[in-house]
């Protein structure tokens, strides 16, 4: 399969999903409403930390409210393109997966774009967009360079974690239902929504660096706060080498995991 | 399976029905809560899971505020340990039960139709979303007094007096019937919307935020924290919680379970009347 047949695929799925959320408007405007909503307490809860503590671990009032747009946005794509992958172990368990394997394309592929949610990603602008708004009223100026590599890093951020998710899902060829596993990655995502810097010790090497979750965030808010230039290009690319590293890690693992686990699938009814 | 070994595990007793629709319902409740509670022992591992995010969440918040207080020592109104404790049990509450799911399996039932067959019984439909929510808590009440013990053992926090941890728990059984009654009429609102999860979302944010369970009210904004101190919410976290930390005396907790009765009074009547509307609009399968 052509790399122009995976695009189309995508596409087609994108699109589907657009047109399937312009049939449940009003849900959507309610989504968005809440989005809003969950912006305004969370600004509350900031608020309250910062005028406590106006400077914490490197972080002040602005890079916390763009760290708190890319956090949007970054679950916003994740929600959007690649959530199904902490469920594809229904897929398994159910048999539903038989359907997808006689099709001449990858099964995850298709998995993956028939549950695209875009809405979900369109509904996490409006809240970043008011991060962005304040943290530039406070005075935050980004170069369009920063913000396209906060925001290649937060694209590659979101695809490191379907994968993760992926792999803990593929177990289910072994193991069954794995619901307990996903609830625990899910529980994981916790640490997107604040800053990595806060951890320390082994907690913040597992956490930040071996599960990638300091790509979710806190890396795309360094570089879009603070600018590429000033954190430094040596850093900035050592960290893209280690998202790289981990990407492979861990799509070599589920693709390791996928390969084997359809050897021991026995299908519906199996 | 056998007969005997049906009958044994069927919640239906058999025999002539309770008299008066008070008592009927109670019946059903109880059966409920049987099949509940076989599902339950079906699905041992999964029904542990609500407490698997418990140590993830209150890591996340350690840190957080270990970094703050790190950065600023003494300027907060509370210092780390109290702020340790209160998350503590604030997000032990917090996996008391997912009161969504009673708004969802309302809203499912209402878009699938599968209230129709409600509507055929003598039977009030709140008992079905209202059993699983029974059998959970007290699951939860076993589970939770060993891991919040662990928690504040791991964390080295002075454990708080029994009688105050009888106060607050009362606080919290008390504010159950509130939080259902206020999730169940969400649910409800399926009858004229389908699909509630956007409300969901946005009621889900303004509690957490007024009923002290994501930030403590000593440090909001004062206007925030008066509104929420006027409101209920306070009953499933700021008050069980500012009580068995020694914040607030357990004498307290008293005068806001009558006020709780008020509102879970007013609730009901709300409920009932939003359910009696729900169903005029209401076309059932095929409507």
Redesign the interface.
């Known amino acids: 399969m052509t790399w122009r047949e995976v695009l189309g695929i995508v596409g087609k799925g994108l699109w589907a999903s657009l047109k399937a959320g312009a049939y449940f408007r009003v849900s959507f405007i309610l989504k968005v409403l809440s989005g809003l909503v969950r912006a305004a307490t969370v600004l509350v809860f900031w608020r309250a930390v910062l005028q406590q503590a106006p400077s914490f671990v490197g972080w002040d009032e602005t890079s916390i409210l763009v760290f708190l747009g890319c956090s949007e946005l970054f679950f916003g794509l994740q929600l959007a393109l690649v959530s199904i992958a902490g469920r594809f172990w229904v897929y398994i368990r159910t048999g539903y997966l038989d359907v997808y394997l006689t099709r001449p394309v990858d099964a995850r592929l298709l998995v993956a774009v028939a549950n695209f949610d875009v809405p979900l990603a369109v509904r996490s602008v409006p809240p970043s967009l008011v991060y962005f708004g304040l943290a530039a009223a406070n005075g935050w100026q980004p170069g369009a360079g920063d913000l396209l590599v906060a925001l290649a890093f937060i694209v590659a951020g979101a695809l490191l974690l379907g994968l993760i998710q992926l792999c803990f899902s593929l177990t289910s060829f072994w193991l069954g239902p794995t619901e307990p596993l996903d609830e625990f990655v899910n529980s994981l995502y916790e640490f997107g929504h604040y800053p990595v810097d806060t951890l320390s010790g082994w907690v913040r090497v597992l956490v930040a660096w071996c599960l990638g979750l300091g790509y979710v965030a806190t890396v795309p808010a360094r570089c879009a706060a603070r600018g590429v230039a000033a954190l430094g290009l040596d850093t900035v690319c050592a960290l893209a080498v280690g998202l790289a590293g981990l990407v492979m890690v861990w799509g070599g693992l589920s693709q390791l995991l996928w390969v084997r686990g359809r050897e021991r699938y026995e299908g519906f009814g199996g | 399976m056998t007969s005997r070994a049906m009958k044994k595990q069927t919640p239906w007793r058999g025999g002539p029905r309770p008299a008066g629709p008070g008592l009927a319902a109670l019946d059903v409740l109880v059966g409920f809560v049987t099949i509940s509670f076989l599902e339950m022992r079906a699905y041992m ?2 029904s542990a ?1 609500r407490l ?2 418990y140590p ?2 209150l ?2 918040m350690y ?2 505020w ?7 020592p003494g ?2 109104g509370l210092d780390f340990d109290t702020l340790a404790a209160y998350y503590a049990i604030s997000i032990l509450i917090g996996q008391m039960y997912s009161f969504r799911r009673v708004a969802a399996q309302t809203e499912h039932d209402i878009r699938t139709y599968a209230v129709d067959l409600h509507l055929c019984r003598p039977l009030p439909y709140w008992v079905k979303p209202a059993a699983p929510m029974v059998l959970s808590l007290a699951g939860y009440l076993t589970l939770a007094l060993p891991c919040g013990l662990a928690a504040f053992t791991l964390l080295r926090l002075p454990l708080p007096d029994p009688e105050r941890v009888l106060a607050a728990v009362t606080c919290l059984l008390a504010a159950v019937p509130l939080r259902f009654l206020i999730w169940y009429i969400i649910g409800l609102s399926a009858f004229w ?1 389908e ?1 509630t ?3 969901a ?2 009621f889900s ?2 509690e ?2 007024l009923s002290g369970m ?2 403590p009210f000593a ?3 004062s206007a ?1 924290a008066t509104v929420a101190r006027w409101l209920p919410f306070q009953a499933y976290a700021a008050l069980p919680i500012e009580v068995a930390l020694g914040l607030r005396p357990p004498v307290e907790v008293l005068g806001r379970v009558g006020a709780l009765a008020c509102w879970t009074v007013l609730l009901m009547l709300a409920g009932g009347v939003v359910w009696l509307q729900g169903r005029r609009a209401y076309q059932s399968g095929g409507g």
Do not use: D, H, M
Not at chain 2, 66 to 72: D, H, I, K
């Open positions: 591992g999964s899971l698997v995010q993830v969440k890591v996340v840190f957080l270990r970094a703050v207080t790190g950065a600023a300027r907060l919307t699909e999860s956007g409300l979302n946005i944010w303004v957490s935020l994501l930030i440090l909001l904004p925030v």
